[in-house]
C-alpha cells in the first residue's frame, strides 16, 4: 500500500502532464478571445496573465509562448476592435460613406465597451491601425481635399467619435463616479438648466444627439470643400 506522501509524487506528474496538453492547445486567438472575454465580463483591470491561464486552465507563463509581454496582447486586442468595424459600400457618395464610417465605429465601442477607453487612448501605431488611420484619411480627403483641411477635420473627427464614444460606454453608461454623488434636492434646488436638459442625456437619447454632432461636422467639411478657406486659429488662450 502506498504511503501518504507518496500521493502527491504520482500526482504530480500527471498534472504538469494535463497542463502541458492544455497548454499545446493555446494558440493567439485562443488566447486574445480569452483576453476579450475576461475584460468584457470583469473590466480591464482585471485583466492578467494568471487570470486568463485561469480562464484557459493553463499556467500563465505559457501565455508569454504566444505574446511576449501584456503590451503585447493589449495591442492584438485594440487591433482586434479596429478590425471588427465596418467599412462603407464604395458605391456611396463620398459624404455617405465618411458618415457610415464614423457609426460603424461608434458601433465597434458599443460592443466591446469595457474595452474601448484602451481603443480610444491607443496610438494605433501597430500595422492594423496605421492602415486603420490611412483608411479613415482617404474617406475624409475624398469630402475635403485640401491637404490641411483634410488632416484638420479628421482630427476633429477622432476628437468628436472618441468622446462621444467614451460617454456613452463609460461616462453617463456608469452612472455616478463621485465617491460622495450630490444629492437630487441639491440638483433640483441649484442646477435647474440640468434638470431640465437632463432628459435629453438618458441612453434613449443618444442616437439623436451622436446624429447632431455628427451632421455639424459633415456639414462643415462640405463647405470646406466648396469654399476652401484657410483654417481658423484657434482662440488666444490665457496665459498659465
Given amino acids: 500500500m502506498p504511503t501518504e506522501g507518496a500521493t502527491p509524487a504520482r500526482r504530480g506528474p ?5 497542463r502541458g496538453a492544455k497548454a499545446a492547445g493555446l494558440s493567439r486567438d485562443t488566447i486574445l478571445q480569452a483576453a476579450l472575454a475576461l475584460v ?3 473590466g480591464l483591470a482585471a485583466l492578467s496573465t494568471r487570470r486568463i491561464g485561469e480562464r484557459l486552465g493553463c499556467e500563465a507563463m505559457s501565455i508569454y509562448h ?4 501584456k503590451q503585447h496582447l493589449l495591442d492584438a486586442m485594440v487591433d482586434h476592435a479596429i478590425g471588427s468595424i465596418e467599412w462603407p459600400p464604395e458605391d456611396l457618395p463620398p459624404v455617405d460613406r465618411l458618415r457610415f464610417a464614423m457609426y460603424a465605429y461608434r458601433a465597434m465601442a458599443h460592443r466591446f465597451p ?3 477607453p484602451l481603443v480610444a487612448l491607443h496610438r494605433l501605431n501597430t500595422e492594423t491601425g496605421v492602415l ?3 483608411r479613415v484619411l482617404h474617406l475624409v480627403q475624398d469630402v475635403v481635399t485640401d491637404p490641411e483641411l483634410a488632416a484638420r477635420h479628421f482630427r476633429t473627427v477622432g476628437y468628436y467619435l472618441a468622446g462621444a464614444a467614451l460617454d456613452e460606454t463609460s461616462g453617463y453608461a456608469k452612472g455616478p463616479s463621485a465617491a460622495v ?3 437630487d434636492e ?17 441612453p434613449q437619447e443618444w442616437d439623436r444627439t451622436f446624429a447632431l454632432g455628427a451632421e455639424a461636422l459633415l456639414e462643415a467639411m462640405q463647405r470646406d470643400a466648396v ?4 483654417a481658423p486659429k484657434g482662440p488666444r488662450q490665457p496665459k498659465p
Wanted: overall charge positive; proline content about 10%.
Fill in 14 to 18: 500527471a498534472r504538469k502532464k494535463a
Fill in 40 to 42: 468584457a465580463e470583469d
Fill in 66 to 69: 504566444h505574446y511576449p509581454g
Fill in 114 to 116: 469595457a474595452l474601448f
Fill in 132 to 134: 486603420f488611420i490611412e
Fill in 181 to 183: 454623488p450630490v444629492s
Fill in 186 to 202: 441639491f440638483v433640483v434646488r441649484e442646477c435647474p438648466r440640468l434638470v431640465a436638459a437632463s432628459r435629453y442625456f438618458k
Fill in 227 to 230: 469654399a476652401k478657406p484657410r
